[in-house]
């Protein structure tokens, strides 16, 4: 009877270190993806942020392309309006003296 009790004790602290030991095994696991899960937020983090960099950087460089477009067509535009006026602004003067004395 006594070899039965003995070898039960034997067993239970058996499966009390199986158990200790897959608890262990398990803290160890859970501080390694802990770990793994760090370093992949902070790479993603990472390129994450090195992509929006890279979007704004070509979106300023669009906005840049579209305000010199846009500045070189309104300077071209003042300039042909200015040439126009200094055509025909006494063709224009005649005309609104011709309409102010016609009344």
Not at 2 to 18: P, R, Y
Not at 41 to 48: A, L
Not at 82 to 91: F, I, M, R
Request: charged share 45%; proline share 0%; hydrophobic share 30%.
């Amino acid at each position: 009877m006594d070899s039965v009790i003995n070898k039960l004790t034997e067993i239970e602290q058996t499966a009390s270190a199986i158990v200790a030991h897959a608890e262990a095994e398990k803290e160890k696991l859970d501080r390694e993806y802990e770990e793994k899960r760090k370093v992949f937020d902070r790479q993603m983090e990472e390129e994450t942020k090195a992509r929006i960099e890279k979007i704004q950087e070509g979106l300023e460089h669009d906005k840049e392309n579209l305000l010199t477009g846009q500045e070189n067509t309104s300077r071209e535009l003042i300039a042909s309006l200015q040439k126009e006026y200094e055509e025909k602004h006494t063709l224009y003067a005649e005309d609104i003296l011709k309409r102010i004395t016609e009344v």
